[in-house]
């Protein structure tokens, strides 16, 4: 007897180990600000952002190598290209935490933790988006197949990138500060170069 076991509909999440192809102080050395609620974190819960939402059309650099990932992941999607707009930055202080949101308008996004310093980074937990659409099943434990939830790390050097569908969180983070990139993309085709590259 022959089996055949068909993964059809996955969500790729896809990580970037880029410890040593930039400098962790120099795309930290910016001015943050009480947070500004980008990605819904709460007011007031010690977190801080810095430049708005332009930060990497001021570092072109880094854009680049943000943007070779970003073309890695369409390309085995096989979907349109798609060019970094908007970003920002985030420094989480001690227990400091993000709900649940999702980037609306958004192809896919990315979180990039340019910066980690202390031990305890809370993994960044992306959520199901099948638990919609499922109900009556039990399952006896968690493995790959049933899973509610994919954590992946948060440490230095990361970069995550994951339809912007998907919802995600992070727990309180046990670091003295961690530092997050993140950013939206869109079809290059169908925005002018305008509206894309001065972000
Ligand atoms: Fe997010």
Not at 54 to 69: A, F, I, S, V
């Amino acid at each position: 007897m022959t089996v055949h076991k068909i993964l059809a509909f996955p969500s790729l999440i896809m990580g970037f180990d880029l410890k040593g192809a930039y400098d962790p102080d120099e795309l930290t050395d910016v001015a943050v600000v009480p947070h500004a609620l980008m990605g819904n974190a709460q007011p007031g819960d010690g977190s801080s952002s810095g430049e708005g939402s332009n930060y990497l059309h001021t570092r072109p650099e880094t854009k680049r190598m943000l943007q070779n990932c970003v073309d890695e992941y369409t390309n085995t999607m096989s979907q349109e290209t798609l060019a970094i707009a908007n970003s920002w930055i985030n420094r989480a202080s001690q227990g400091t935490y993000t709900n649940v949101h999702r980037h609306e308008g958004s192809v896919i996004s990315g979180a990039f933790y340019p910066k980690v310093e202390g031990e305890g980074s809370s993994p960044l937990i992306l959520h199901t988006p099948l638990a919609a659409h499922t109900f009556n099943t039990f399952y006896t434990h968690d493995n790959d197949l049933n899973a509610s939830y994919c954590q992946v790390p948060a440490n230095q050097g990361m970069l995550w990138l994951f339809p912007s569908w998907l919802n995600h969180h992070t727990e309180p983070t046990q670091t003295h500060s961690r530092w997050v990139v993140s950013f939206n993309t869109y079809p290059r085709e169908r925005y002018t170069p305008t509206n894309l590259d001065t972000l």
